[in-house]
């Protein structure tokens, strides 16, 4: 069990927060499939990734009640803590049915840890972290912990900032071989996010670009993940697969997060 100072019970979200995720959710989802009836998609080709960093694991409860089963966090231990306490308030839920995904910059020595409640993670942007990464599952396969790669995405930097992660573009492709060499880790695709203060169009648009490149060598790397509160709709008619919404759903966050 817990061996933290007293844990708090989790207050079960209030009538009114839940109506609150429902009214949000249904936004959501309505300008995703009014995005992609615009881009001429269909609906479902387009995920929702709840982003519930900073938020408590009563509101994820909530939304899994609401139908949500995609949850993104990106600091390794605020999410390996919250996965546990979903499972305690919703212990008919198998683990099975939820997808747990890092998107937050990731160090090596975190590699074994994250890939204990990860089911995917979004955030590779170098091969110094997808070889840490596979040998952790390599460890966890040999331990029997585990059966099953790991699902990853590349990062792929939109802004050349060090600072925000990613991979630079013309390095990207590279970057992909070297994971698809790893038999403990599984290429799905790519993931980037917009740069601060430029269109993100212009920047989707370059990204699709070498995502064509990539999928001439790795055709089941089809995964494209870009796109968040503020720019969703322009991420969509740029192909993206993968959408990661944080506060159009749960509201302001109050912490500092990147
Ligand atoms: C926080 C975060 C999001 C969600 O951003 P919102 O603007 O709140 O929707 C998406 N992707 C990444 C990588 C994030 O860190």
Do not use: Y
């Not at 998609?41 to 938020?55: I, M, N, Y």
């Not at 993104?72 to 803590?81: K, L, M, S, T, V």
């Not at 204990?116 to 942007?125: L, M, R």
């Not at 001439?216 to 969703?232: F, K, V, W, Y």
């Amino acid at each position: 069990m817990t061996d933290g100072p007293e844990p708090s019970e989790p207050s079960p979200p209030t009538g009114e927060r839940v109506a609150e995720l429902a009214e949000s959710l249904a936004e959501v989802r309505a300008r995703i499939a009014a995005a992609c009836t615009a881009a001429g998609r269909a609906p479902d080709e387009v995920r929702l990734l709840a982003v519930t960093k900073t938020f408590p694991a009563a509101d994820v409860a909530a939304l899994v009640d609401l139908g949500l089963r995609e949850f993104g966090e990106n600091r390794e231990q605020e999410a390996a803590g919250k996965v546990a306490e979903l499972a305690a308030l919703r212990p008919r839920v198998p683990r099975a049915e939820i997808g747990w995904q890092m998107i937050g910059r990731l160090q090596r020595n975190k590699a074994r840890s994250v890939i204990g409640w990860a089911d995917q993670i979004q955030s590779v942007d170098s091969e110094r972290l997808a070889e840490a990464l596979a040998s952790a599952v390599r460890v966890a396969i040999d331990n029997g912990a585990r059966v099953d790669p790991l699902a990853v995405l590349v990062q792929a930097s939109l802004d050349d900032d060090p600072k925000r992660g990613g991979c630079p573009l013309p390095d990207l492709v590279r970057l992909a071989n070297r994971i698809e060499k790893f038999s403990e880790l599984k290429l799905h695709g790519v993931m980037a996010v917009a740069p601060l203060d430029d269109e993100p169009r212009e920047a989707f648009e370059r990204l699709r670009s070498v995502m064509v490149t990539l999928g001439e060598h790795h055709p089941a790397a089809r995964e494209l993940s870009i796109g968040m509160s503020g720019d969703l709709e322009v991420a969509i008619a740029c192909g993206s697969t993968c959408v990661r919404v944080g506060t159009a759903l749960l509201g302001g966050r109050r912490l500092a997060s990147a």
